[in-house]
């Protein structure tokens, strides 16, 4: 089975920095990958880690390390749209994605 | 334009009439899954199919039924539909294979009430 932890939620201001955390316990690992949900709206695709280590993508970022069973989201220069849900997906056996509750990200001026 | 359709949107409907919620993608995905999403519990996973004729339940498979029978579409069904099963539900497709990110689209969404 899996277990994937991440904070319910959080408040930030905008132009900060905020890191979400994303813990994990599975078995047959194959990557992890984070989403965005707009409220309403469908998840969309922001990063997928397989290594450990840093992935940048602009304002976003993504670690991973293995071996501790942790992952973690950092998004710069917070702009008032990206006030969301943050999803952390754990890729397993076959790459069937198993998802976290979410994180809801509230961004405040 | 790649995309997951999913119909209807919008659904209110009565406890015990079947229905049937359909999702087409055109993106010639072999991976299609079903997830309902509700409050607090995050994206929860109904069925999956790895490909034509081939399904797989997820964690939350009781009350739904899937078929597959083209790569397109995999439609789910609800043969009895009880107040629990009032959610939003996601379709989401994606390529199947290994060595690197097999990304998830997703469908619009359907919000579904039993009443």
């Known amino acids: 089975g899996q277990n994937i932890d991440q904070p319910t939620e959080m408040t930030a201001t905008e132009g900060a920095i905020v890191q979400i955390n994303c813990t994990y316990q599975?078995?047959?690992?194959?990557?992890l990958f984070w989403y965005q949900q707009h409220a309403g709206e469908a998840p969309t695709f922001l990063s997928y880690?397989?290594?450990?280590g840093l992935e940048e993508k602009g304002r976003f970022s993504s670690f991973l390390s293995r071996s501790k069973g942790y992952s973690y989201l950092l998004l710069k220069e917070l702009q008032m749209k990206d006030s969301a849900s943050y999803l952390c997906?754990?890729?397993?056996?076959?790459?069937?994605?198993?998802f976290g509750r979410g994180t809801s990200l509230i961004v405040h001026p | 334009e790649a995309q997951v359709t999913q119909n209807p949107r919008y659904l209110i409907t009565v406890t015990g009439k079947k229905l049937t919620v359909t999702c087409s993608q055109n993106?010639?995905?072999?991976?299609m899954s079903w997830y309902r999403q509700d409050p607090g519990l995050g994206l929860r996973q109904i069925y999956y199919?790895?490909?034509?004729?081939?399904?797989d339940k997820g964690d939350v498979p009781e009350g739904y039924k899937v078929s597959r029978k083209e790569k397109r579409n995999f439609p789910l069904i609800l043969e009895s539909p009880s107040p629990n099963q009032t959610s939003l539900y996601f379709c989401?497709?994606?390529?199947?294979?290994?060595?690197?990110?097999?990304?998830?689209?997703f469908g619009a969404g359907s919000r579904l009430t039993v009443l």
């Open positions: 989401a497709s994606s390529h199947q294979g290994a060595g690197g990110a097999n990304v998830l689209t």
């Open positions: 599975t078995s047959g690992f194959n990557g």
């Open positions: 880690n397989v290594l450990d």
């Open positions: 997906a754990v890729g397993r056996g076959s790459y069937i994605p198993t």
């Open positions: 993106m010639n995905h072999e991976y």
């Open positions: 199919s790895m490909n034509v004729e081939v399904t």
